[in-house]
């Protein structure tokens, strides 16, 4: 995990791990008692080699991940196509095609979904 002033980047050991914990962070923030600060949060997921340094990763799903964060409005959970596919046969993920989207840095369109998720009571 590394701070990006105030955001996370977050490495998962697979990508069924990663959409479960975004599905969970989406919810326990969707929880927050009625009266606390308003907090909605943007998660990217994307997968593929990345380069290790130090704790620290650098490569193409790293710049995937951002731009698909920026992307997505508050309380979005967005995915490049890679994901889709590793969990296309586990898990019970709802996925909306968004389309091929240009994003900042990335020299062709990525295709993207958005993954649904609902509120969980009493989380």
């Not at 599905?23 to 998660?43: D, G, N, T, Y």
């Not at 290790?52 to 193409?60: I, K, L, P, S, T």
């Amino acid at each position: 995990m590394k701070h990006l002033g105030d955001g996370l980047m977050v490495v998962f050991a697979g990508a069924v791990t990663a959409l479960e914990s975004a599905v969970l962070i989406q919810q326990r923030v969707a929880s927050r008692p009625l009266e606390a600060e308003p907090l909605r949060i943007r998660i990217g997921v994307s997968s593929g080699e990345a380069s290790e340094d130090d704790g620290d990763y650098f490569g193409v799903p790293v710049v995937e991940a951002s731009r698909l964060c920026a992307s997505a409005g508050p309380g979005e959970i967005r995915l490049s196509e890679m994901v889709r596919l590793l969990v296309s046969s586990r898990g019970s993920f709802d996925l909306e095609p968004l389309g091929d989207l240009e994003l900042k840095g990335l020299s062709t369109p990525l295709a993207v979904y958005r993954l649904r998720w609902e509120p969980t009571p009493g989380l």
